[in-house]
């Protein structure tokens, strides 16, 4: 950062060359470092926004997964309801009724971007640089289901470095569409219908945990 006030922030001009698999290797294994910082709570002591969107990111010690539910897909689904019909709604309710044990093995709340699609990923010459977070302390499984959401380059190998660093726990490929389903309430909200059918995959995915997404 180069200066700052109240209305205004000024950052250095970074170029983005693309990624090479040493840079994916090497983002992998600092996405993972920064996961290993763990907070005391899950949230942040700040107000939080993803688009013109309210995140409410009220710290709490746990569990992730009701923490999940109540503040990251509850919330959305009166503004997603007439895009998602009564069929859909009931999908995700089930989802928010068996979040305990959808949800994995507990685990401790870890600093997250929070918004990590592939666009908010430079690729300087000499490393990943990450713009534009939703930062919090949440559960690090959430950033690389966002990786996976929308496609990331090398994505394999940032995972295979991300796994040698800090080790996953077991199952975590069946748990993506769950960590996908708070991204893709805000983009049904925010554009609409064209959504649902994903979503509804992902929900359907995120219940039948012993069916993989084929984003994995």
């Known amino acids: 950062m180069l200066a700052a ?22 983002f992998g294994r600092e996405l993972a470092a920064l996961h290993a910082n763990s907070a005391d ?5 700040w107000a939080g926004w993803i688009a013109e969107l309210p995140l409410d990111n009220t710290l709490t010690p746990g569990p992730w997964s009701q923490w999940y539910a109540e503040r990251r897909l509850a919330p959305y689904l009166p503004q997603a309801a007439p895009h ?11 989802v928010i009724d068996r ?11 870890a600093r997250t971007h929070g918004d990590l699609w592939s666009g908010n990923i430079l690729w300087t010459p000499e490393r990943a640089t990450l713009i534009d977070p939703a930062a919090h302390a949440g559960h690090r499984e959430t950033d690389l289901a966002m990786l996976t959401l929308f496609g990331a380059p090398h994505l394999n190998r940032i995972r295979a470095a991300y796994n040698e660093t800090h080790p996953l726990a077991d199952g975590w490929p069946t748990r993506i569409p769950l960590h996908q389903l708070h991204h893709l309430l805000i ?12 979503i509804l995959t992902a929900a359907t995915a995120a219940l039948e945990p012993d069916h993989p997404s084929s984003g994995t």
């Open 41 to 45: 709570e899950f949230g942040a002591p």
């Open 99 to 109: 979040i305990d044990t959808l949800a994995g093995p507990p685990e401790p709340p």
């Open 5 to 26: 006030d109240d209305r205004m922030i000024v950052l250095p001009w970074l170029d983005d060359v693309g990624a090479t698999p040493a840079a994916a290797e090497r």
């Open 84 to 94: 998602l019909g009564r069929d859909g709604i009931r999908l995700l309710e089930q």
């Open 187 to 198: 983009h049904v909200v925010l554009f609409g219908s064209g959504y649902r059918s994903q």
